[in-house]
């Protein structure tokens, strides 16, 4: 078993930043590729970044440029930098770890508004 605990989330205005931390309950990252999704109010959860094992990310096209998927292997932990942010990243944001098995975080909501 998995656990994963986001933290960080919080009101911005646009323009603003923020980093999303996602701690994992033990060392994973040699073997689980992680990944940051969002769901907005009446959306879909879609995929956001993802960081596999040998720490190639990958974003989508919404966020390219402006966030930025890190991890600390001593820490366990996972990191989303979004920067430039705009009212249409507020969402509920998760972090997923993938292996043979899948394991999902609570969330951390984000809010991006003047």
């Known amino acids: 078993q998995v656990q994963l605990l986001e933290s960080g989330g919080g009101l911005v205005q646009p323009g603003g930043s923020l980093r999303l931390s996602c701690a994992a309950s033990?060392?994973?990252?040699?073997?689980?590729?992680m990944r940051w999704y969002r769901q907005a109010p009446g959306k879909e959860r879609e995929l956001v970044a993802t960081?596999?094992?040998?720490?190639?990310?990958n974003y989508a096209d919404s966020v390219k440029g402006r966030f930025t998927i890190s991890r600390d292997n001593a820490k366990n932990t996972v990191y989303l930098q979004m920067n430039s942010l705009k009212p249409e990243d507020t969402a509920v944001y998760y972090c997923?770890?993938?292996?043979?098995?899948?394991?999902w975080g609570q969330g951390t909501q984000v809010t991006v508004s003047s």
């Open positions: 997923r770890a993938t292996w043979t098995d899948n394991y």
């Open positions: 033990r060392s994973i990252f040699n073997f689980y590729t």
């Open positions: 960081l596999t094992i040998d720490g190639r990310p």
